[in-house]
T-cell receptor, first 114, second 114 residues
């Protein structure tokens, strides 16, 4: 049973570019959350998707957008990249029912913006 | 607002001593509190969790306590070993829109000195 997977592992972009990160949830999970973890900080909640819609959103600008596909996989898009967007981007999945509270994290995508 | 405070930010202990990390949360509706261990460049790994209907939970050398009235929860590691050195994050589950997200603390860098 595969856990949460993310791609790519590492990514280097320049300011102003756009990036797309991908996540496949753990088998049986239907909800995907994205977190941004800057160096030396705790993960910060970006947004969450289930039933192919954004359900919750943290304090992130509209440059951050996402999508969820019918197979529950998800993408995180960031436009007009800033140096401050450099971080580890973590995807976490869980199943909405039964309501168990546990989330499972992927290995992350390390984004570097130059 | 939604907030989790974590202290201390760094903690150095001698091998074999105990380590205690404390967190305070703001949302009184939170009912699930996981603790994660994160090694450099890796994903957060769940090490122990506690639900609001329980005051204490123990798993070998690791224990977590919860005081819902004070909105405090703590991680206790006994008989520390060099391999316990890592960054530890507490989190509180926030329920909204029929699902939940995590609010993380800022992390504690634990160094176990041999």
């Amino acid at each position: 049973d595969a856990g949460v997977t993310q791609s790519p592992t590492h990514l280097i972009k320049t300011r102003g570019q756009q990036v797309t990160l991908r996540c496949s949830p753990k088998s049986g999970h239907d909800t995907v959350s994205w977190y941004q973890q800057a160096l030396g900080q705790g993960p910060q909640f970006i947004f969450q998707y289930y039933e192919e819609e954004e359900r919750q959103r943290g304090n992130f600008p509209d440059r951050f957008s996402g999508h969820q596909f019918p197979n529950y996989s998800s993408e995180l898009n960031v436009n007009a990249l800033l140096l401050g967007d450099s971080a580890l981007y973590l995807c976490a999945s869980h199943q909405r029912q039964p309501f168990l509270d546990e989330q499972f994290f992927g290995p992350g995508t390390r984004l570097t913006v130059l | 607002g939604e907030n989790v405070e974590q202290h201390p930010s760094t903690l150095s202990v001698q091998e074999g001593d105990s380590a205690v990390i404390k967190c305070t949360y703001s949302d009184s509706a939170s009912n699930y509190f996981p603790w994660y261990k994160q090694e450099l460049g890796k994903r957060p790994q769940l090490i122990i969790d506690i639900r609001s209907n329980v005051g204490e939970k123990k798993d070998q050398r690791i224990a977590v306590t919860l005081n819902k009235t004070a909105k405090h929860f703590s991680l206790h590691i006994t008989e520390t070993q060099p391999e316990d050195s890592a960054v530890y994050f507490c989190a509180a589950s926030i329920v909204a829109s029929g699902t939940y997200k995590y609010i993380f603390g800022t992390g504690t860098r634990l160094k176990v000195l041999a």
